[in-house]
């Protein structure tokens, strides 16, 4: 079974500084993909970063980057430079062979002036 | 690019009545649109996979007949609630599958918060 794991209901964080979302997966598939999105209040999901299950380097997208351990089944977000913006809820996903989302609980993050 | 859009984006309705939910890729084709249903605080739950051309299938638990979807297009999905209630109250999203990028990503709608009465 496909299961994604976010442990940190809540996190606050003071503006400009870095903050590290946890997400751990489990899989038996070869071939996955993961991928953080933001929801801020609106509802929007909105795509921020994927890492590739054979992509042997950590995927980087402006302020986010993702920390990628394969072997512990983890993939961490970390929001350098946090803005006040940043705010919202932020969740983990792994795609299946059939390109389903399995989604973690998600983190709601505050950043804080 | 990868801009869906979903209408309407809220909608009120009486107990019994049928609401219909739009979802459009409006920069690609999407082969593959998934719906999820998400209630406040809490995570995404998959209600169905949507395929143009062919019947949805639906994730355990969710009634085919109570949440009709049709995929007309390779740019348009629709979700209807019939004979709503007011447990069917939530925030419904759909994503459609863009194969054209690297990453198989899926991209977001804004949403529809539906709220029945």
């Known amino acids: 079974a496909q299961k994604i794991t976010q442990t940190q209901p809540g996190m606050f964080v003071q503006e400009k500084e870095a903050v590290t979302l946890d997400c751990t997966y489990d899989?038996?598939?070869?071939?996955?993909?993961l991928f953080w999105y933001k929801q801020p209040s609106s509802g929007e999901m909105i795509f921020l970063i994927y890492?590739?299950?054979?992509?042997?380097q950590n995927a980087t997208e402006g302020r986010y980057s993702l920390n990628f351990q394969k072997a512990r089944k983890s993939a961490n977000l970390v929001i350098s430079a946090s803005q006040l913006g940043d705010s919202a809820m932020y969740f983990c996903?792994?795609?299946?062979?059939?390109?389903?989302?399995?989604f973690g609980a998600g983190t709601t993050v505050t950043v804080r002036a | 690019g990868a801009v869906v859009s979903q209408h309407p984006s809220w909608v009120i309705c009486k107990s019994g009545t049928s609401v219909k939910i739009e979802c459009r890729s409006l920069?690609?084709?999407?082969?593959?649109m998934f719906w999820y249903r998400q209630f406040p605080k809490q995570s995404l739950m998959l209600m169905a996979t949507?395929?143009?051309?062919?019947?949805?299938?639906?994730e355990q638990g969710v009634e085919k007949d109570k949440f009709l979807i049709n995929h007309a297009s390779l740019t348009l999905s629709t979700l209807t609630v019939t004979s709503a209630h007011p447990e069917d109250s939530s925030f419904y999203i759909c994503?459609?599958?863009?194969?054209?990028?690297?990453?198989?990503?899926?991209?977001f709608g804004p949403g529809t918060r539906l709220t029945v009465l």
């Open positions: 994503s459609a599958h863009a194969d054209r990028n690297p990453s198989d990503t899926q991209y």
């Open positions: 899989t038996s598939d070869q071939s996955y993909g």
């Open positions: 890492q590739g299950s054979y992509d042997e």
């Open positions: 996903a792994m795609r299946h062979n059939d390109y389903k989302l399995s």
């Open positions: 920069d690609f084709q999407a082969t593959t």
């Open positions: 949507s395929n143009e051309g062919s019947k949805a299938t639906y």
